[in-house]
């Protein structure tokens, strides 16, 4: 009788005392390739480490990896989260590092990180080249580490895993920040990985998945629950928490109909061009998406809005109705914007606590430097308990878990009720139930007249309230259209969008 591939048996997991992951049982067979799915913070990524021999096991785990194939022995991981470091081998970077032109020379190159993670593992060229094509990459081998957005990580740590081809691929959230082809084509790559005898194991909760996938299991209640196909939350309620009562204040008033307007506004590094001939205009109110496939221009797009771009001065751009470099400060503008995108939180403080973070957002700071005072500190803790993070208030980011420190970010976002919400993929590392419980949120503070631009991926995570939406490609603006006449009805059912 052939012996599992993984056999683990009483697998404990504490935090703070409490019990997460309780004599956890699970055998994985010969091939087996799992879905893993359940809550944020259930222990799913610490169990994934586990595995990979990265973190303490607390139980037994056994490993038996086929001999006969001529893979990559060994388990290789692909953290949802990854931090890469400057040529010093720091990573102390700050947010708006990378839209500056000196900031190219801190980090190695793409094609020099790739050069040296194929010497370290012995890997033929060749077989890379078709991973880079199929995940389109390509155009970006000659860009450098800091510059690249958190989609192109995501698709560089995932590039190294296919060219690896290891006996078993662990990938935690592979999705998050990846556009719809890109998703379709990792699925292929991972069923051929799978015909080329690797196992897989994907911590999900999204409905794509590669074919190869052929187990499912939750998290639940600490065990490891089997079943037949992918569960959903189906009954997706409300948290019946009220509101805060300061959002129900109108805080700001515009006296400007547009709140952004941009006039053939321009954005190039050298002879790279990122943005080209930008007309767009947000109207006092509206709400937006903004979509479009890795690299199109999103990110560098947000980043004038936010004050955080330089080449902001050199363009015909407006923002609250003032021409850019025309006497406010940059404090002044951020001070009516609230902002959260994958990048603020790889460069946040981790040292902060969850209620530093969260009163951060009326100073727009990375961690707290001075006392609040009294009305912002209980501002911060309605937030703390409409988030249900009271278990977690003195904690610090760096000791939660990924969605967790999310929930965190998104109360520092929303604390000031900003005239502009910009949420860049806000609901990355969120479980189903709390993706629905924040975008019901914004559904809300969308009422009291907030302006949004929201950034997602996917259809299941844009809220309700989104009416308009603005699709840029190669840096160029390729669709303006309203939606709110649309039937969006089934938006929670899908996952497909640009």
């Known amino acids: 009788m052939k012996k599992p591939v993984v056999h683990i048996t009483n697998f404990n997991l504490k935090f703070k005392d409490k019990s997460v992951l309780k004599d956890l049982c699970w055998t994985i067979n010969s091939g087996e390739n799992w879905l893993l799915s359940g809550e944020s913070g259930n222990g799913k990524t610490s169990l994934a480490k586990a595995i990979a021999n990265l973190i303490p096991s607390y139980g037994t785990i056994e490993l038996n990896l086929n001999p006969l194939n001529n893979l990559v022995d060994g388990v290789h991981y692909v953290a949802n989260w990854y931090q890469f470091k400057d040529l010093e081998g720091q990573a102390n970077f700050y947010y708006q590092q990378r839209y500056h032109k000196q900031a190219a020379t801190t980090t190695n190159s793409v094609s020099s990180e790739l050069k040296h993670f194929g010497q370290q593992n012995s890997l033929e060229q060749d077989t890379l080249n078709p991973i880079v094509e199929a995940l389109g990459f390509k155009s970006l081998l000659s860009a450098t580490l800091i510059e690249l957005s958190s989609g192109e990580h995501k698709k560089l740590q995932l590039i190294k895993a296919l060219w690896l081809k290891p006996k078993l691929l662990i990938l935690d959230l592979p999705y998050n920040g990846l556009d719809a082809a890109s998703r379709k084509n990792l699925n292929l790559l991972l069923d051929q990985l799978v015909e080329d005898g690797a196992q897989l194991i994907l911590i999900s909760n999204e409905a794509e998945m590669p074919s190869s996938i052929n187990r499912f299991a939750r998290i639940e209640d600490g065990k490891l629950v089997a079943s037949a ?239 308009k939406r603005i699709v840029l490609e190669n840096g160029e603006v390729q669709v303006i259209e309203n939606i709110s006449n649309k039937n969006y009805v089934t938006r929670s059912e899908q996952s497909l969008c640009i």
């Not at 928490?241 to 400007?256: G, N």
Request: with cysteine; charged share 20%; net charge negative.
């Open 229 to 467: 196909a992918m569960q959903y939350v189906n009954n997706l309620t409300k948290i019946e928490k009220p509101l805060p009562a300061f959002f129900q204040e109108k805080q700001w008033s515009s006296t400007k109909s547009h709140l952004v307007k941009m006039i053939d506004v321009n954005v190039s590094y050298g002879n790279k061009k990122v943005l080209k001939n930008i007309n767009w205009e947000v109207k006092a109110g509206e709400k937006w998406a903004l979509q479009g496939p890795n690299g199109s221009g999103k990110s560098t797009l947000l980043s004038l809005i936010c004050a955080d771009h330089p080449q902001a001065f050199a363009n015909n751009f407006y923002l609250f109705g003032n021409l850019r470099g025309s006497g406010e400060s940059i404090w002044e503008i951020k001070e009516r914007i609230g902002l959260i995108s994958p990048e603020l939180h790889w460069y946040f403080d981790p040292t902060a606590t969850v209620w530093q973070s969260i009163v951060s957002g009326f100073y727009d700071s990375s961690g707290l430097f001075c006392d609040p005072g009294y009305t912002k500190r209980v501002q911060a803790d309605e937030l703390i308990h409409f988030f249900g993070l009271d278990d977690y208030k003195n904690t610090l980011m760096n000791q939660l878990p990924l969605g967790k420190q999310r929930l965190a970010l998104l109360g520092r976002t929303i604390i000031k009720n900003p005239e502009l919400l910009i949420l860049d993929e806000p609901c990355q590392g969120l479980d189903q139930q709390q993706t629905f419980h924040f975008n019901k949120l914004i559904d809300e503070l969308s009422k009291n007249g907030t302006t949004l631009i929201y950034v997602g991926h996917f259809e299941s995570q844009l809220p309700d309230c989104i009416e």
